[in-house]
Nanobody, 122 residues
Framework: VQLQASGGGLVQAGASLRLSCAAS????????MAWFRQAPGKEREFAAA????????YYADSVKGRFTISRDNAKNTVYLQMSSLKPEDTAVYYC????????????????WGQGTQVTVSS
C-alpha cells in the first residue's frame, strides 16, 4: 500500500491550500480515508475523515467549517481543501486509509502516508 500526499507549502494566514493523497496497492473504495496532522512537539491528531463513497464526512472541531475532505474513487485520491488557514494549522499532514466502521473517530488506521508539510505564517 502506498499513500502519496502532496500539496503542502508555506502560506500566509487566511490563505487556502489543497492537499492531495494518491493511493495505490489497495481497493481504495473499500477504505475510510482520513487526514491527520502533527504539529512540532505535539502528538498526531485527527483532522477529517470521509466514508467509502464520500457521502459522509466528519471533522475535528479545530478544523470544522474551514476544511473540506473529499475523495475521487475513480482516481484513488483523497483531498483536503483548507481555507482560512491559521498559524496553529502548521503541521505535517498525513493521509491514512482505514476504518471498518463509520461512527468511531478517529478511525482505525491501517496504512499511513508519508506526510506533507503545511506552514502558515502570521
Amino acid at each position: 500500500v502506498q499513500l502519496q500526499a502532496s500539496g503542502g507549502g508555506l502560506v500566509q494566514a487566511g490563505a487556502s491550500l489543497r492537499l492531495s493523497c494518491a493511493a495505490s496497492g489497495l481497493t481504495f473504495s473499500s477504505y475510510i480515508m482520513a487526514w491527520f496532522r502533527q504539529a512540532p512537539g505535539k502528538e498526531r491528531e485527527f483532522a477529517a475523515a470521509t466514508s467509502w463513497s464520500g457521502a459522509r464526512t466528519y471533522y475535528a472541531d479545530s478544523v470544522k467549517g474551514r476544511f473540506t475532505i473529499s475523495r475521487d474513487n475513480a482516481k484513488n485520491t483523497v483531498y483536503l481543501q483548507m481555507s482560512s488557514l491559521k498559524p496553529e494549522d502548521t503541521a505535517v499532514y498525513y493521509c491514512a486509509a482505514g476504518g471498518n466502521r463509520w461512527g468511531t473517530f478517529p478511525p482505525v488506521v491501517y496504512s499511513w502516508g508519508q506526510g506533507t508539510q503545511v506552514t502558515v505564517s502570521s
